[in-house]
């Protein structure tokens, strides 16, 4: 099923290192993000190139033309959907099992490549870069949770909520906008001063949530969807009566996600999952499209990241390591795989030596100073509070091990976030729907 241009850009991706950065022995396990055309930072600007469009001088380049230059000509409506955690090692190895599903017989159509995702390889860092074109040091939406030093306050990043808050409560009752909190242009808004109408489909329940005030800014039109069905239904819907010249959609589905989380790669549900949503793509908005409707439209199947296992005797309990506990400013932020650690010492040679002999072989600490220097966050320039979010040391776990606290290892069973080929390598699927 994956050609022999995929299998050897898959062994390039895999193969980049930061040997600046990372201990000799652990560099073979990590795939870093490849920012310079190979990753979910660039497919941004490859929209707009593909509409005729352009984004700011902020945004990271396109990618290479091995993925979307013969599908450019005639193209006047994209249609892309993020399936959240569909990895495209996982992709790959369900187009094995199942080569004849919808995703295997657009692939044969088409282009499927592997990208990286960014880092951390998480939804709301992906959302973030795939919403305004920039790198995650750019826009500075550095993780799940965050310390926001303006608000001084650790924040899970999804609903705004104080992490260790009882209450149901979030930033915006303190006051944050969301929709100012990037502080670079979205690409909604991008879009349309070029004329390039924007449609997003997004789940009904978080149609006003705050990460999606903060990331889909600027979009034409949010259209909510209650069902897997009505996913599918409302875009071939909107996508028929679409009378812009040329125009984007940009689709949103969380099944596989909620689903490794839950369980985990056990008892066959994320995969359950990813037929549901085949199954459905192919009857509510594939097989009824005509002729005239399919008709300069490209198809895009992306996702944000991958997921790996989370056993639970692999977790690191934080809450009960007396020298983190020292030694941190505030808790750990960021990733269960990908942690940021603000350090009451700052990133002295001390303070990293007993930090990384108290976490062990199964974890590596790095200072933030040289992973921002290594570009592991992106090339552009920081933005004003990235630095302040990502605190002194960048934790990165090794095998399937990770941070934990608040004992969320009893109920989530999968994870991402970390540098793991399962976690990072993500899919590019596009097709001409008119091909």
């Excluded at 509409?51 to 091995?66: E, G, I, T």
């Excluded at 990895?87 to 599903?101: K, S």
């Excluded at 692939?107 to 790198?135: F, H, I, N, Y």
């Excluded at 969320?408 to 097709?431: C, D, I, N, Q, Y």
Aim: charged share 20%; hydrophobic share 40%; with cysteine.
């Amino acid at each position: 099923m994956l050609t022999p241009e995929a299998r050897q850009l898959e062994r390039a991706l895999t193969s980049k290192a930061l040997p600046e950065l990372f201990p000799p022995d652990t560099i073979s396990e990590f795939v870093v993000p490849d920012y310079d055309g190979h990753s979910l930072a660039n497919v941004p600007a490859t929209l707009a190139a593909l509409l005729d469009a352009h984004l700011s001088d902020m945004a990271a380049p396109p990618l290479d033309r091995a993925y979307w230059g013969e599908l450019a000509q005639g193209t006047r409506r994209v249609v892309l959907v993020l399936l959240d955690a569909l990895g495209y090692l996982q992709l790959a190895e369900m187009l094995r099992r199942h080569p004849d599903c919808v995703w295997g017989r657009l692939a044969r159509q088409g282009t499927l490549l592997p990208m990286t995702s960014v880092v951390p390889s998480t939804t709301t860092t992906a959302l973030a870069t795939l919403l305004t074109g920039t790198e995650p040091i750019v826009h500075g939406l550095l993780g799940y949770e965050l310390w926001l030093r303006e608000y001084g306050v650790l924040t899970e990043m999804l609903s705004l909520a104080p992490v260790y808050s009882p209450r149901k409560e979030s930033l915006v009752d303190w006051g944050l906008v969301p929709g100012r909190f990037l502080p670079v242009p979205s690409l909604g808004g991008l879009l349309s001063a070029h004329k390039v109408a924007s449609t997003a489909v997004v789940p009904a329940q978080h149609m006003r949530s705050p990460l999606t005030r903060i990331c889909y800014r600027g979009f034409d039109r949010m259209l909510g969807y209650t069902s897997l069905v009505g996913l599918w239904a409302l875009t071939r819907h909107a996508l028929c009566n679409d009378e812009s010249e040329r125009s984007l959609y940009f689709l949103y589905w969380g099944g596989i996600d909620a689903a490794i989380h839950r369980h985990g790669t056990a008892g066959g549900f994320w995969e359950k999952q990813f037929q549901m949503v085949s199954e459905v793509c192919d009857r509510e908005f594939l097989s009824p499209l005509t002729p005239q409707q399919r008709e300069g439209t490209l198809f895009i199947m992306i996702a944000d990241h991958g997921f790996v296992d989370a056993p639970i005797d692999l977790a690191h309990d934080a809450d009960a390591d007396s020298t983190l506990r020292r030694m941190l400013l505030v808790p750990h932020s960021g990733e269960s795989r990908a942690a940021f650690l603000h350090a009451l010492h700052g990133d002295d040679e001390s303070t990293w030596q007993l930090i990384q002999e108290d976490l062990g072989p199964d974890y590596v600490v790095v200072r933030t100073r040289d992973a921002v220097g290594a570009g592991l966050f992106g090339r552009g320039a920081p933005g004003p509070q990235s630095l302040a979010r990502l605190g002194h040391f960048v934790v990165i776990s090794r095998g399937l091990h990770y941070l934990d606290r608040q004992e969320k290892r009893l109920k989530m069973r999968g994870r991402h976030g970390g540098l793991s080929g399962e976690e990072m390598l993500v899919p590019w699927l596009a097709v001409r729907l008119d091909g």
